[in-house]
């Protein structure tokens, strides 16, 4: 994505050489949490849409992930804000234009299916319990994993406490010196290790994304049948549902990096704590080190305890979500009043990411247009 490569240049460059990255993703998801503030009053949205407000989010937002916002990276804030501005004073507009689109293609496509209600509903149930049957395993290897990296964290990290405990009874004259490499490679070993963890944590959340796509297809050819001359509407609502599934997706995979991150922001302070009082008297450090261990258990036991139900969660959403369709698309449907506002935040996230891709194309001909024509040549031929 290109947003991942400006940041990467930017974080290159940052005074704070800040390791967070900036997406697109946490871009557009600045722009819909505005909007969304201000939606349920289109004139207030429009009135309260000011772009100081855009630009003190995005500038948060930015100097969070890279700390002091350099040339480049104002220069891009430059870009961003009056096109997140436009954008949402379009989206404010076509937010009730929208609705009434949604409202008319429910209404012809419950039509459509009416004769075939009780088939429909059936075809959905047993969806549902496909994807039960899909996800079920994910969520047990989830769990599984989260127990063993967590033990197997805990098994690489105490051992160190224990190590540093003995090295101060048997170096008293010489704290410092004996005591600063068990240290150091103990904060080493931290983050090596929540680096593994988070790396085999994540890719659940891509595996998912896959299992959706099947999901949502069968449900597609199971319905195409019922749909008659509405196909492009049902097509349009089952892309919806695709949309916020895969949004649980993100969420999961952004939860679980989080919380990887919280735990290396919980276990590093007291890495750090022993190793500032090397320098001071030694019944402090002997009451660090004895606190070390425990305090290493409590902090990996918590994440395994937050962590370990994620799996259950995400299932349980997406069958929620699959559910609320059937009912959507049931005889007996109440109001959609808020039905549309999953195509419209879609609608923005495929902005977002054609802006930033544009961009990156920008971009990638300043740079070949500022080499030598002979590199121009080679560059070219080699994209």
């Not at 939860?255 to 750090?272: C, G, H, V, Y």
């Amino acid at each position: 994505m290109f947003l991942k490569a400006v940041v990467l240049t930017l974080a290159l460059v940052a005074v704070t050489g800040a390791r967070a990255e900036v997406n697109a993703d946490q871009v557009a998801t600045v722009m819909w949490d505005y909007f969304s503030q201000l939606s349920n009053n289109a004139k207030e949205a429009v009135e309260h849409l000011q772009k100081s407000e855009l630009t003190q989010q995005f500038n948060t937002l930015f100097q969070d992930k890279l700390g002091e916002v350099n040339t480049y990276a104002g220069d891009l804030q430059k870009k961003l804000v009056p096109f997140a501005t436009d954008l949402h004073e379009r989206l404010t507009k076509d937010s009730e234009k929208l609705k009434e689109e949604i409202r008319q293609e429910l209404e012809v496509l419950r039509t459509r299916l009416l004769p075939h209600a009780e088939e429909v509903s059936q075809k959905i149930g047993d969806n549902v319990r496909e994807l039960q049957q899909r996800l079920g395993p994910y969520a047990d290897e989830l769990r599984t994993q989260v127990n063993a990296q967590a033990e197997q964290l805990r098994r690489q990290l105490t051992p160190y406490a224990q190590r540093m405990q003995t090295a101060l009874r048997e170096n008293v004259d010489n704290v410092q010196a004996s005591l600063t490499p068990y240290a150091d490679e103990l904060k080493a070993k931290i983050n090596q290790n929540v680096d593994e963890l988070k790396g085999r944590l994540t890719p659940y959340a891509d595996e998912l994304k896959v299992k959706i796509d099947q999901n949502v297809e069968e449900l597609r050819r199971s319905l195409a049948p019922y749909a008659q001359d509405a196909q492009e509407k049902l097509n349009h609502q089952l892309e919806g549902l695709a949309f916020q599934m895969k949004k649980n997706a993100e969420e999961l995979k952004t939860k679980i990096s989080a919380n990887t991150e919280d735990l290396r922001q919980r276990l590093m302070p007291a890495a750090e704590n022993v190793r500032d009082k090397l320098r001071g008297n030694t019944e402090e450090l002997q009451k660090s080190l004895t606190e070390l261990s425990s305090h290493l258990d409590r902090q990996v036991e918590e994440f395994r305890r937050n962590v370990g139900p994620y799996g259950e969660t995400f299932n349980k959403a997406l069958v929620q979500q699959v559910e609320e369709l059937r009912q959507t698309l049931g005889p007996y449907a109440a109001g959609d009043a808020e039905g549309h506002l999953s195509f419209l935040e879609k609608d923005l996230r495929d902005k977002v990411n054609s802006f930033f891709s544009s961009l990156q194309e920008k971009g990638s001909q300043d740079k070949l247009l500022a080499l030598p024509p002979q590199e121009q040549t080679q560059a070219a031929l080699e994209s």
